[in-house]
Nanobody, 116 residues
Framework: QVQIVESGGGLVQPGGSLRLSCQFS????????MAWYRQAPGAEREWVAT???????YYTASVSGRFTIYRDGARNMIRLHMNNLKPEDTAVYYC??????????WGQGTQVTVSS
């Protein structure tokens, strides 16, 4: 069983920034491809960004150039730096491994609300 705790969400105005963190309990997850996902009200959960063990990163088109994913192996964490936030970024943000076979559930997520 892997424990996942996301944090750092909040209310921000359009154009603002937030820094999300995700702490996971398994050290071996530092060598796994990790990802951020988000789920807006009434929508399916969608993939946002991925970071591989070699630190290569990938982003969905709507956040490319605005979001940056990092990993902090010393702290069993990944982070998501979000700049120039837009109202359509409003969602609950989750992290997890990309390997569905290794998952044992989802964390509680962290709410991001972008509104003036």
């Amino acid at each position: 069983q892997v424990q996942i705790v996301e944090s750092g969400g909040g209310l921000v105005q359009p154009g603002g920034s937030l820094r999300l963190s995700c702490q996971f309990s398994r050290i071996d997850w530092n060598s796994r491809t990790m990802a951020w996902y988000r789920q807006a009200p009434g929508a399916e959960r969608e993939w946002v960004a991925t970071i591989r063990s070699d630190l290569r990163s990938y982003y969905t088109a709507s956040v490319s150039g605005r979001f940056t994913i990092y990993r902090d192996g010393a702290r069993n964490m990944i982070r998501l730096h979000m700049n120039n936030l837009k109202p359509e970024d409003t969602a609950v943000y989750y992290c997890n491994t990309m390997d569905e076979r290794a998952r044992s559930g989802w964390g509680q997520g962290t709410q991001v609300t972008v509104s003036s």
